[in-house]
């Protein structure tokens, strides 16, 4: 079954950070068609990465470097630069 349609949530979240992380080869295709539009009602600071080679939890797999990179930084940017 798909995830139910997060999308009211995803605009709840501000002003806290949310970063999508989505893969195209998920189950049935929700990732490219909702995530986008969860990035769309979720207010600031917000970020989405799309993996286009990987499986629906793949990303890491695929792109194990590129991942780290991106996850740090977010966490980086979300929770150390604010607060300090």
């Given at each position: 079954?798909?995830?139910?349609?997060?999308?009211?949530?995803?605009?709840?979240?501000?002003?806290?950070s949310?970063?999508?992380?989505?893969?195209?080869?998920g189950?049935?295709g929700?990732?490219?068609?909702?995530?986008?539009?969860?990035?769309?009602?979720?207010?600031?600071?917000?970020?989405?990465?799309?993996?286009?080679?990987?499986?629906?939890?793949?990303?890491?797999?695929?792109r194990?470097?590129?991942?780290?990179?991106?996850?740090?930084?977010?966490?980086?940017?979300?929770?150390?630069?604010?607060?300090?």
């Amino acid at each position: 079954m798909p995830p139910p349609n997060l999308k009211h949530l995803s605009a709840r979240i501000a002003p806290r950070s949310l970063f999508f992380i989505y893969a195209l080869h998920g189950t049935g295709g929700e990732e490219k068609q909702l995530n986008p539009k969860y990035y769309a009602a979720a207010g600031g600071p917000k970020q989405i990465w799309e993996i286009p080679e990987a499986s629906q939890t793949g990303g890491i797999t695929a792109r194990p470097k590129e991942y780290e990179r991106r996850v740090i930084g977010f966490f980086d940017d979300a929770l150390l630069k604010r607060n300090g």
